[in-house]
């Protein structure tokens, strides 16, 4: 049986529990403990300086810059483009136009997703994204449906 050195101050039975190697992790907690009171004063100073670099968020897509306006104008003509091109699809000259052209723009998720996407990359804030998205897509039924009568009329 071999018998291992006992740190100074430490009894048997503090061996025999195994509290002696409590005590280096308490030692490293408390290292810890001070690393945190030296940077603690740095963190309100973090919180004001360093948010003030956020740009703020533009609240309509009227707000956005031109560029931006037309980067969100393109993805919008794509999400219409696919709606009335499976709104075509599925007309069979049977259904209501109105109901064909809501399914139609439902059937488009991806294109509908890029426009938010688009939106909030160039700046504009969620809420404002959803509702020019859900305006796209009402836009996008509209036209769906002048394609769709404009097909049977003929």
Known sequence: MRFRAL?????????????YPIMGRIRRLCRW???IAAFFPLLPITAVVGCTGQA??????????GPAQ?????????YISCSVNV?????????????????ASESCPNEKRDIVRT????????????????????RA???AITAIQNRRAR
């Open 33 to 35: 403990r001070m690393l």
């Open 70 to 78: 037309n980067r969100v104008k393109a993805v919008v003509d794509s």
């Open 56 to 65: 703020t968020k533009v609240e309509s897509y009227e707000s956005l810059p």
């Open 141 to 143: 039924t509209a036209m």
């Open 119 to 138: 939106m909030v990359k160039q700046g504009a804030s969620h809420d404002a994204a959803f509702a020019h998205a859900s305006n796209s897509q009402v």
């Open 87 to 103: 709104a075509l699809k599925l007309d069979k000259g049977r259904r209501n136009v109105g109901r064909l052209a809501w399914t």
């Open 7 to 19: 740190p100074p101050g430490y009894s048997l039975a503090q061996m025999r529990f195994n509290i």
